[in-house]
């Protein structure tokens, strides 16, 4: 021991026993050897071994030395590196090494030697663990805070050991790593940032995507020195944020995401730099902006992140960059919305009304995702979302952009098959979804052709599966038509009914291919493709594609044979998969992906493939209902009441039989409609009459055991049931006794003809109602008695005697259950005279005029023929309303219109003037639909002239939406059949003005020629029309129209030639329209592009060598004419109301005469629309983000839909204008109303309908000009002459109480045009209620003024005294074609069907709007 100590004083080097001198004059292996000997000695010596300590103290430095540590040999490296790391943990806390340099050469040799920490698979891997290890637990590297150099010595350190690190390595291994580490940071006085950012690097997303262990450490690292490191990290996110000093850090680019990392990691390491991203989240720089938000949405998403209730001046402050002025910034936002919600559901609420701001962003892009944001979180779980955000995506079906509306729709669609149809979140979750089947079918009243496509496509994937089995798909079609609102149901109705129409049109087409070549046959081929074109998306295109399949199934008869197949009424849906597979297969190619033509196919295939239908479906769906009858069905699970499923069911039934008739005819389905017959309720009764009818046309031959037992029961209700199922009855046999039903209906009539009687009033509305549609049917067959008949009792016993009297009453109407059943048996009278007439179709026996003049004389009567004054008033509405309706339908059958006098129509015209609202009412929907149909002749669209006086604004709104979508429909017409330029007189819009002046010449309140306030109404009236028709100058119709005034003022009235005061008003009134003209169109004075016609029943011929230039107007008149350009009338935007029961929609479908819109824009070269494209009809579609006006897309959203610019008028004038039109209606006749819900997010949509689209009120009433009344007259307001307005509005009628109903008759166009006005209110108009709070006033006309009240009876108001009435010379008019008498009992009896629908929706009526009435929603941003 002496010996070794004196070796250490002498500065030799002292080994262990056994171990020899080591030098570089050895071998490597002796090197080696000697070395694991010096490490076994270091390893088993402690810190307290003073004398062996002192003993190798020469050994300690020498393995230091450089020929050591600079060795070439790794083994040796490694076993020297073992060795000082027992030397630093023997010799603690004092290292034996006192040069600063050497202790860096030693440190940094030791870093060195941890990379073999790589390689765990080494021999010497334990080793080098055994080196981590030591050093770990000692905290050897923490000698070197003292040292000049630590920074780099560390920095190293890291460095290899974020490099060594992988997924070879065990947990003792990263634990002892993160020792080493954690002990500089946390025991160092600093951490420079080299260091921090050899740490933080590992944390960006692209190092973290290389190295996952290394990430790994980092993130256990920053954990365990949270607290110690967080300074540095706030200091260097201070610089590069707050003071952008990107120079610091090599990092600075990637700061965002190292935040996110960080706080992902701990959020305390960021205590004091988040407030730094609320000041980044207003900086001026977008793209910084951008980053910082998309930084946020990360923090506030993520599932476990509690920032938004920690810091919520940061949640605020990101909310608002929802709002941001950067479009990527506010899409970010939305997309992080999903997010959020998912993952944090007490945020909705923060978020829903930021959202819904966004869904009306002008970008499509951003409202796209707010959408996709939406649906993507309901999907994931309903309770989710809360009804304000789905209602954000009900109303982006609305939305401008294809695109987003797609989106919309089938994300609701996703969600509800999701929860109502799958029922994954319970009935709660269904239940509070229930409305998307409603708004999903509503969707089909858009007249978007892709719309309807994608509702359809939506329908049989989404809403019914097709691909479930039959008895499963007829049990969800069942449950979810009980379950639909009545504007739903009529959208499903009309779907199926286009679908079929479409069916045909193919069918047609077919025929028309296996035809020999010929022009006409080229021709005709030409005339169904377009047809077939404007059924499919994209006309232009899809044109040239269909004309390119007409070719195909000329050169392929498989393909033809398939598609014949495919449109056949018997073809099953496992037929129709199976040929539109073989059709598409046929025509696609493997080496064209993507081949348009075969798109449009699949597009047509689609829409005409049955793959709901056939006969194994009805008789499912008949097994339901008889489930449901029988009780056994799960009608109370499905929330149904069993009456109502039992109802639905049956109109379902109707329905299809209208569509698919053939898939009705099996034994057991006509003995289950048999049993549906004999049930209480009345409705499901009438629905089985109406299937037998529509279905039962073969039942003679080939059911004649069900016509056995089916006769006696029609027979019975024809004769004793309700009068609704009489009528069925009667058109049932009509249709199913083809052999006998002259026989049938001699049973029927002669019992019923017999049994007459009048005292019993009550015992006579069935059997007229019968004997009515017989002489409709066969008129022939009883002609002698029906003449008899209607001359003896329907007008000697029954219309001129009151036997009952009426109840003495205030009202102007009542409910239907309360009108006198003497009433409703002179109204079936009615009705019976004029369907005799309608069947009989000519007037050789003169009882045309006879009934005519019956017809007037109640209207002079005011419905009291026999003016005794025993009839009540509401007793009195009925019958005029009656007589009015009979009038229109007479004037349909060009053989009574001829003989329909001028003052005869002047008469039924004043109706549209009656003092009961429900009576102005009704009558205009007769009106329109005639109109629409092209029936009625087009002097009759004059008469909604007359509507600009009627108080209300809800029916001046109606008749104007009435007078644009009959100016469209024309229009349309003329440009789709280019060859009727011989009718174009009948036709042309423009031709109706000559009419409406000689209507209002001899409306009875303008009875003063001269009169300012009488001229005036003239001038609103004559603007009502005019405004409309010349919304766009195409072809100069304005000079047109010019041309037409003056050369009327050239004539004489044919009606009083002689009448020099008649003339006078004529030539005031056109002195009125020419001002119109003059002040609405800059246009007026080029030429005519044609000579107009004139009508020769109201004008003499023109005197062309006299020229009328003297100016017939008072000089006041002069102020009333403002200039400027007539609005384009707004088709389905503002104040839209329906045209008949709840949910009537306006829109321009395929009509009997194929008026829906085309490409094609040409007609007679000679007319004035000739230019006009498909842009200007009824079928364009309007925005929120586009003007609803035509004439102006960037303006005027706010201003006047009427071309009602004004000159500036003087404080005065303002004050002083009378107050006309602008009293609020009646609490009980028309309450103005809030929007529905996805229209009830815009600005406009807070007012009532009536404020909301239309002028200011100072403005006046909808469609007059200012009045700008002379200071004289301030205090002066016109007098009402008359009762043309109303007393009460009452409730509108049930119409008619079995007033022709559209019969749902297959495929003819007819029927579903009859069906466009009831409709399509509901999705295109808006439903009009009361403001809370604000109490409604009964509006008024003018107070009276002395002159005026004597110039026309009160009583007598809009109807000419019967002393005036002094029937005319006739004039010859132009004869319409007539129709067949069979075509004709057709029509009427589709007439019959669409009214009586019109009645059972009519059954309960409310003051103004009947329930669910909506307004055309405008298209939203």
């Known amino acids: 021991m002496a010996h070794s100590k004196a070796r250490a004083a002498d500065g030799k080097v002292t080994y262990p026993p056994g171990v020899k001198e080591i030098s570089d004059k050895i071998s490597k292996e002796e090197m080696v050897r000697r070395l694991k000997m010096v490490v076994k000695t270091f390893m088993d010596m402690d810190q307290d071994s003073e004398e062996e300590k002192e003993l190798y103290l020469n050994l300690a430095l020498h393995l230091a030395s450089d020929f050591f540590l600079k060795h070439p040999d790794k083994d040796v490296r490694l076993l020297v590196a073992c060795c000082l790391a027992d030397i630093f943990r023997i010799y603690a806390p004092e290292a034996p090494y006192t040069s600063p340099d050497k202790l860096k050469d030693i440190f940094m040799f030791i870093t060195r030697q941890l990379k073999g920490l790589e390689d765990t698979k080494s021999a010497q891997f334990n080793r080098y663990f055994y080196l981590l290890e030591n050093i770990a637990w000692v905290k050897s590297y923490n ?3 003292e040292l000049e150099d630590s920074n780099e010595i560390f920095t190293q350190l890291y460095r290899t050991l974020f490099t060594v690190i992988n997924n070879g390595h065990n947990q003792k291994v990263h634990m002892h790593m993160v020792d080493l580490m954690s002990s500089i940071i946390c025991e160092g006085d600093t951490v420079s940032q080299e260091l921090l950012d050899t740490v933080l690097v590992n944390l960006v997303p692209a190092h973290k995507n290389l190295n996952k262990q290394a990430y790994d450490l980092a993130k256990a690292l920053l954990k365990r020195t949270a607290q110690a490191i967080e300074p540095y990290i ?16 090599d990092l600075s680019e990637h700061v965002f995401d190292l935040i996110l990392e960080l706080y992902n990691i701990d959020s305390h390491l960021l205590l004091s730099v988040l407030p730094q991203l609320e000041f980044k989240l207003k900086s001026n720089d977008n793209d910084e902006r951008l980053q910082v938000v998309k930084l946020l949405a990360k923090m506030f998403g993520a599932k476990d992140s509690e920032l938004a209730s920690q810091n919520k001046p940061l949640w605020q402050c990101y909310l608002g960059r929802f709002n ?13 919305a999903s997010h959020c919600l998912m993952n944090h559901p007490d945020l909705a609420k923060d978020l829903t009304e930021f959202l819904k701001v966004r869904s009306h962003d002008p970008e499509e892009a951003i409202r796209h995702d707010v959408i996709v944001s939406i649906v993507t979180a309901a999907k994931k779980d309903l309770a989710l979302v809360n009804d304000a955000l789905l209602n954000f995506v009900k109303e982006r079906t609305l939305d401008k952009r294809w695109r987003v509306r797609k989106e919309a729709m089938m994300g609701l669609a996703s969600i509800y098959r999701k929860y109502s149809l799958q029922g994954e979140g319970g009935r709660e979750a269904s239940k509070q979804i229930s409305w998307i089947k409603d708004k999903l079918l509503h969707i089909y009243y858009q007249n978007s052709i892709d719309d ?9 994937q989404f809403m019914v599966p097709h691909n479930l089995e039959t008895s499963e798909r007829m049990k969800c079609l069942y449950y979810l038509y009980a379950t639909l609102d009545p504007n739903a149901v009529k959208a499903l109705n009309e779907m199926w009914k286009c679908q079929n129409m479409l069916r045909h049109h193919v069918k047609d087409l077919l025929d028309l291919v296996k035809q020999p070549k010929s022009e006409t046959a080229s021709k005709a081929v030409f005339a169904k493709v377009m047809v077939i074109t404007r059924n499919l998306p994209d006309p232009g295109k899809a044109q040239d594609f269909v004309k390119k399949l007409a070719q195909v199934l000329d050169d392929d008869e498989r393909i033809r044979d398939q598609l014949e197949t495919l449109v056949s009424p018997s073809c099953s849906c496992k037929q129709a998969e199976v040929c539109v597979r073989d059709i598409t297969k046929k025509l696609g190619s493997p080496k064209q992906p993507t081949n348009p033509f075969l798109e449009m196919v699949k597009f047509l295939l689609e829409r005409i493939a049955p793959v709901h239908i056939d006969t194994e479906s009805i008789s499912a769906l008949i097994k339901q209902v008889n489930k449901s009858i029988e009780g056994t069905a799960d009608d109370e699970e499905e929330g149904v009441p069993t009456d ?15 569509t698919h008739p053939v898939s009705f005819h099996s034994a057991e389905t006509f003995e289950s409609l048999l049993g549906c017959l004999k049930m209480d309720d009345e409705k499901v009764a009438e629905a089985a009459l109406q299937i037998f009818k529509n279905t039962g046309s073969k039942m003679e031959e080939s059911f004649p055991h069900i016509k056995s037992v089916l006769l006696p029961v029609l027979q019975a209700k024809a004769k004793r049931g309700p009068p609704r199922q009489a009528k069925y009855a009667i058109h049932c046999i009509h249709a199913m006794f083809t052999n006998s039903r002259d026989t049938h209906f001699a049973q029927i009539f002669e019992p019923l003809h017999k049994g007459l009687d009048p005292g019993n009033v009550e015992q006579l509305i069935t059997p007229l109602t019968t004997l009515g549609h017989l002489a409709l049917l066969a008129p022939e067959q009883f002609a002698a008695p029906l003449k008899s008949l209607v001359a003896n009792f329907i007008v000697k016993d029954l219309l001129m005697n009151d036997r009952i009297p009426g109840k003495k009453t205030t009202k102007l109407w009542v409910p239907d259950d309360e009108v006198s059943p003497e009433t409703l048996a002179k109204i079936q009278g009615i009705k019976l005279m004029v369907r005799w007439l309608l069947g009989v179709k000519n007037n050789q026996s003169k009882s045309g005029n006879s009934t005519l003049r019956m017809l007037t004389a109640i209207l002079h009567s005011d419905g009291d023929l026999t003016e005794q004054g025993r009839m009540g008033k509401p007793d009195m509405s009925r019958l005029r309303l009656a007589a009015a309706c009979a009038l229109l339908k007479l004037a349909q059958e060009p053989c009574y219109h001829e003989i329909i006098t001028l003052e005869q129509y002047q008469l039924c015209g004043m109706v549209i ?21 092209l029936r009625l002749p087009l002097e009759y669209l004059a008469v909604f002239a007359l509507c600009a006086k009627d108080p209300v604004k809800e029916r001046r ?15 349309e017409y003329l440009k789709q059949h280019a060859a009727v330029s011989e009718k174009l007189f009948s036709l042309l819009p423009e031709y109706v003005v000559p009419y409406a002046i000689h209507l209002l010449v001899h409306d009875p309140d303008y009875v003063k020629v001269q009169d300012i306030e009488q001229l005036k109404e003239i001038k609103e009236s004559l603007w009502f029309v005019l405004e409309i028709i010349m919304a766009k100058n195409e072809n100069n119709s304005h000079a047109f129209i010019r041309k037409m005034v003056e050369n009327i003022k050239n004539t004489k009235d044919a009606q009083a030639p002689n009448d020099p005061k008649i003339n006078e008003k004529l030539y005031t009134v056109c002195d009125v329209a020419m001002n119109i003209i003059m002040s609405k169109s800059t246009t007026y004075s080029l030429e005519s592009p044609k000579d107009p016609v004139l009508p020769s029943r109201y004008f003499t011929k023109p005197d062309k060598n006299v020229s009328n230039t003297k100016n017939y107007l008072p000089p006041e008149m002069k102020a009333f004419f403002t200039p400027g350009k007539p609005k384009a009338a707004n088709v389905l935007g503002a104040v839209n109301k329906p045209l008949a029961s709840a949910g009537k929609q306006l829109q321009s479908k395929a009509s009997r005469m194929e008026t829906t819109s085309n490409d094609d824009s040409t007609s007679d070269p000679s007319s004035p629309q000739r230019s006009k494209t498909r842009h200007d009809s009824t079928e364009m579609d309007h925005s929120e983000n586009e003007d609803i006006s035509l004439k102006s897309p960037d303006k005027d959203i706010d201003k006047p839909t009427r071309g009602r610019k004004r000159a500036a008028v003087s404080a005065d004038d303002q004050d002083n204008k009378p107050k006309r039109g602008r009293k609020k209606a009646a609490a009980n006749s028309t309450p103005t109303s809030v929007a529905e819900p996805e229209d009830q997010w815009d600005d406009a949509e807070d007012r009532p309908e009536d404020e909301q689209n239309s002028p200011p009120k100072q403005r006046g009433r909808r469609g007059r000009p200012p009045k700008n009344a002379p200071p004289s007259q301030d205090t002066t307001p016109a007098t009402p002459k008359g009762k043309r ?4 509005a009452a409730p509108p009628p049930e119409e008619e109480e079995e007033e022709e109903e559209e019969e749902e008759k297959g495929g003819e166009e007819e029927a579903a045009e009859d069906e466009e006005e009831e409709d399509q209110s509901s999705e295109n108009t808006v439903e009009v209620k009361a403001k809370p709070g604000r109490p409604t006033r009964t509006p008024r006309r003018q107070p009276p003024s002395s002159e005026s009240a004597e110039s026309t009876p009160q009583k007598r108001r809009g109807r000419p005294p019967k002393s005036a009435q002094t029937p005319p010379a006739k004039k010859p008019t132009p004869t319409r074609a007539g129709r067949s008498k069979a075509a004709a009992a057709k029509e009427e009896e589709e007439e019959e069907e669409e009214e009586s629908e019109e009645e059972q929706q009519e059954e309960e009526p409310t003051p103004t709007t009947p329930k669910g009435r909506k307004k055309a929603p405008a298209r939203r941003r």
Do not use: W
């Open 324 to 336: 941001d002025i950067h479009v990527p910034i506010r899409l970010e936002c939305v997309k992080f």
């Open 913 to 933: 003037n009656d003092e009961c609202y429900q009576v102005r009412q009704c009558y205009s929907q007769k009106l329109h639909r005639g109109l629409c149909r």
């Open 1285 to 1288: 307005g109303r007393k009460k």
């Open 957 to 971: 709104a109606h008749a104007r939406q009435c007078l644009v979508k009959n100016v469209n429909i024309r229009r």
């Open 143 to 145: 000698i070197c805070f």
């Open 234 to 249: 706030t200091n260097f996110f201070n610089q590069v944020l707050m003071l952008g000093k990107t120079s610091v850090s």
């Open 452 to 460: 309807r496509l994608l509702v359809e496509r939506i329908f049989a």
């Open 644 to 658: 109502e499923a039992i109802r639905a069911g049956l109109e379902l039934l109707k329905v299809l039989s209208f």
